[in-house]
């Protein structure tokens, strides 16, 4: 009993201490790591965002909320669409923010997508809080084909 409760406690201490060098060898948790504790960050990024919001982005849009739902990241942000209706503004501006905003993600976010975090970026108006558009960002959606 005494020998198995030795090697329980060794195996324990090789593992956080490979855990522990690779985190210092590369700055970043593992991949592994990441997901089996998906739910966990998601977590704990929505609560330390949380506490900077709300957000001017730039004279158009503000970051409002964020949360958490399993292993996806929740952005919420409003948009001051000025003279335009919602209706104009999903009919003219959602393709051109699709693009804008799942390159933005793939470039800023891939070390979340990678261990399965997914987000999921939600407009709205600010004069009518109606939602306008919202872009949902997976790992797959970052792939570039084989040209």
């Not at 952005?75 to 104009?88: M, R």
Request: glycine share 4%.
């Amino acid at each position: 009993m005494k020998n198995l409760f030795l090697s329980f406690n060794i195996l324990i201490a090789f593992t956080s201490f490979t855990y522990a060098e690779e985190v210092a060898k590369t700055g970043d948790f593992p991949k592994g790591e990441m997901q089996s504790q998906s739910k966990e960050i998601v977590k704990q990024v929505v609560s330390e965002i949380s506490k900077t919001l709300p957000q001017t982005i730039d004279k158009y849009t503000k970051f409002v909320n964020i949360q958490g739902k399993e292993s996806t990241l929740l952005y919420t942000f409003e948009i001051n669409t000025g003279a335009k209706s919602d209706e104009t503004v999903k009919n003219e501006d959602k393709s051109r923010m699709q693009k804008a905003v799942i390159t933005g993600i793939c470039q800023s976010s891939s070390k979340f997508l990678e261990a399965g975090i997914n987000t999921s970026y939600i407009y709205i108006s600010t004069k009518t809080k109606a939602p306008l558009f919202q872009f949902d960002v997976t790992q797959k959606d970052c792939i570039k084909p084989i040209s």
